[in-house]
């Protein structure tokens, strides 16, 4: 009897032991396995040596600790694990989810600013053939406005190809779209220095803040001279929009106020900015209005160009 007593007693400090260390910090399972052991000795006192059993319960005790620590050493692992993949998934999920909100609000800039720009420059071409039918203008005149208006919705088509192109980062040039733009809104251009082909981002960056300029200088400028400078430097490219000071007119006709894509002076700055420049805009000292944006060259651009080509 005595002999099974002193076993199960064993076991269950042992038992008793591990389970502290499992259960609580080191000191206190500590202090919670040595009441065992303790009250077991003394129990067993009178049963026989009692240094024997002292040490046999000691180890057992000590035994259980060890593994009881182990196992909790293990499981705290496991869980901060577990806790560190957990917040390094939703971290993932944050940055997909903010990308995605990026990538459809810079979509949805670019359609809006594609189809704001060409409606708004077909609508006014409209009212003009509107009113050169109304007035039985001469039918050269009517024909020469229709044709105006057909080179409008293929410019249209092809700033919407150009903005696709863009947003899958292939390249395009800068130099070609300009010219094709400042000869349709008959502004002046002028390139300076050695033609680069400039990354995606960076070229729509310039040819949307033109557009915008050139709009704006149709808008509260009309009838002056407006030119467009673009200048390849050997660490950045900067274009500049300018136009002379403006002559007392009649008041804007409603159709152009509307036009344009809303981008405005802000919208620019955030443009260039997204794609490492900067922006300054002001009036200049012959009453006449300047924007221009510095953007550095980034790695991702390709080089020379020999000519303004679009590839």
């Avoid at 099974?4 to 007693?9: A, D, F, S, W």
């Avoid at 863009?166 to 300076?192: H, K, N, T």
Wanted: proline share 4%.
């Amino acid at each position: 009897m005595i002999t099974v007593t002193e076993t199960n007693g064993l076991i269950f400090t042992g038992v008793a032991a591990s389970l502290a260390a499992v259960a609580f910090d080191p000191v206190a399972a500590l202090e919670l396995s040595t009441a065992g052991p303790i009250a077991y000795c003394l129990a067993a006192i009178p049963h026989g040596p009692f240094p024997g059993r002292l040490l046999a319960t000691a180890a057992v005790a000590l035994a259980g600790l060890v593994a009881g620590a182990s196992r909790r050493e293990i499981d705290l692992r496991a869980r901060h694990s577990t806790l560190v993949a957990t917040e390094r998934r939703r971290t993932e999920l944050a940055r997909a989810e903010a990308e995605l909100a990026g990538e459809r609000n810079r979509l949805g800039r670019e359609l809006h600013d594609v189809l704001a720009h060409t409606l708004g420059a077909l609508s006014i071409q409209l009212t003009a053939i509107d009113t050169l039918a109304r007035t039985a203008a001469p039918r050269e005149k009517l024909i020469t406005q229709i044709e105006l208006g057909h080179e409008l919705v293929s410019t249209g088509l092809d700033e919407a190809r150009h903005a696709v192109r863009a947003l899958r980062g292939e390249a395009i040039s800068l130099a070609a779209q300009l010219e094709r733009l400042c000869e349709l809104r008959q502004a002046e251009l002028e390139l300076d220095g050695s033609l680069q082909e400039l990354d995606a981002d960076t070229t729509l960056a310039l040819y949307r803040l033109a557009q915008e300029a050139l709009t704006n200088a149709a808008k509260h400028a009309s009838g002056t001279q407006v030119n467009v400078r673009v200048r390849f430097g050997p660490r950045d490219v900067t274009v500049q929009v300018g136009n002379t000071r403006p002559a007392p007119a009649p008041d804007t006709p409603a159709a152009l106020r509307a036009s344009g894509g809303g981008f405005g002076l802000q919208g620019m700055r955030e443009r260039v900015e997204q794609a490492g420049g900067n922006l300054q805009a002001g009036p200049t000292s012959d009453g006449g209005w300047r924007v221009a944006a510095r953007i550095p060259y980034r790695r991702g651009n390709l080089g020379n160009c020999s000519d303004g080509s679009d590839r």
